[in-house]
T-cell receptor, first 111, second 116 residues
Framework: SQQGEEDPQALSIQEGENATMNCSYK?????LQWYRQNSGRGLVHLIL?????REKHSGRLRVTLDTSKKSSSLLITASRAADTASYFC???????????FGQGTRLTINP | GAVVSQHPSRVICKSGTSVKIECRSL??????MFWYRQFPKKSLMLMAT?????????EQGVEKDKFLINHASLTLSTLTVTSAHPEDSSFYIC????????????FGSGTRLTVV
């Protein structure tokens, strides 16, 4: 079953703007991961944040994690048309290997 | 980096036939692989956890006899959709990880199955 909920479900912005996506989950976790999926393709791992971390950066990506609120956000700065894709958060529960995915956000960057 | 190869990328089969999908970790050993199903514009639904040398662990609601999983080696897991029906048409994706926890997972490129 899916435990994550993401909002917004769809986001359309202009190139150069920042895009923020949010994810909520329900159980205690080991880590939370963000993935990107281009249409009809597999998933690409973007960033992993451990449960004892609050913020992490990777290039134009910034991820925050608030375990008290069971939520995370993904910020993409200075968006590009090539960032157009679906973005999913996924959580690994404590003691488990399997990932449970959120519903995803479809991001469209308009040139 | 970790690479997972999934084959075939697309397959069309007739109702009643079986289809095998392969998932290979190319440059690392994966004791555990995962199989997901994805409907159009939807999220990934975990079907089963594939364990090398032992039986797969299926998620609730997934038919074991319908979706046969074999993980015979540390680099190969296969998913066989048996007696396929049009409702089995979907996008199937596998994933693997080098180690159990706190590392990102690598996904295959997916298989688009169409049953006619």
């Amino acid at each position: 079953s899916q435990q994550g909920e993401e909002d917004p479900q769809a986001l359309s912005i202009q190139e150069g703007e920042n895009a923020t996506m949010n994810c909520s989950y329900k159980t205690s976790i080991n880590n939370l991961q963000w993935y990107r999926q281009n249409s009809g393709r597999g998933l690409v791992h973007l960033i992993l944040i451990r449960s004892n971390e609050r913020e992490k950066h990777s290039g134009r990506l910034r991820v925050t994690l608030d375990t008290s609120k069971k939520s995370s956000s993904l910020l993409i700065t200075a968006s590009r048309a090539a960032d157009t894709a679906s973005y999913f958060c996924a959580t690994a529960r404590q003691g488990a290997q399997k990932l449970v995915f959120g519903q995803g956000t479809r991001l469209t960057i308009n040139p | 980096g970790a690479v997972v190869s999934q084959h075939p990328s697309r397959v069309i089969c007739k109702s009643g036939t079986s289809v095998k999908i392969e998932c290979r970790s190319l440059d690392f050993q994966a004791t555990t692989m995962f199989w997901y199903r994805q409907f159009p514009k939807k999220s990934l639904m975990l079907m089963a956890t594939s364990n090398e040398g032992s039986k797969a662990t299926y998620e609730q609601g997934v038919e074991k006899d319908k979706f046969l999983i074999n993980h015979a080696s540390l680099t190969l897991s296969t998913l066989t959709v048996t007696s396929a029906h049009p409702e089995d048409s979907s996008f199937y994706i596998c994933s693997a990880s080098r180690t159990a926890i706190n590392y990102g997972y690598t996904f295959g490129s997916g298989t688009r199955l169409t049953v006619v």
